[in-house]
Nanobody, 120 residues
Framework: QVQLVDSGGGLVQPGGSLRLSCAASGFSFSSYAMNWYRRAPGKERELVATITSGGDSTNYADSVKGRFTISRDNAKNTVYLQMNSLKPEDTAVYYC?????????????WGQGTQVTVSS
């Protein structure tokens, strides 16, 4: 059974840093691209960052480029989101995501979310 467990959120001052982690289990982690999304209060869910299965390619939302870095450790079945130079507008619940395919059908799985609050 696919399971994603998010951690690492918290309260941080503007300009600070946090590193989120997502521990995956129940599927062949190294075969799948992984994503981080976020949902801020009153806003639509936003795709923040994507990393390919081998970790050789990444993509970012314009709002976080140059500040956030997605990475993965396939030996540990874990994906990370390093967030630097945090801004109040980064405040959101952050979710790890994978689109898992079984018998040709894709289904999205989500972590439980971790709250990031950027405030002085």
């Amino acid at each position: 059974q696919v399971q994603l467990v998010d951690s690492g959120g918290g309260l941080v001052q503007p300009g600070g840093s946090l590193r989120l982690s997502c521990a995956a289990s129940g599927f062949s982690f190294s075969s799948y691209a992984m994503n981080w999304y976020r949902r801020a209060p009153g806003k639509e869910r936003e795709l923040v960052a994507t990393i390919t299965s081998g970790g050789d390619s990444t993509n970012y939302a314009d709002s976080v480029k140059g500040r956030f870095t997605i990475s993965r450790d396939n030996a540990k079945n874990t994906v990370y989101l390093q967030m630097n130079s945090l801004k109040p507008e980064d405040t959101a619940v952050y979710y790890c995501n994978v689109r898992y395919y079984s018998y040709g059908l894709g289904r999205d799985y989500w972590g439980q979310g971790t709250q990031v609050t950027v405030s002085s």
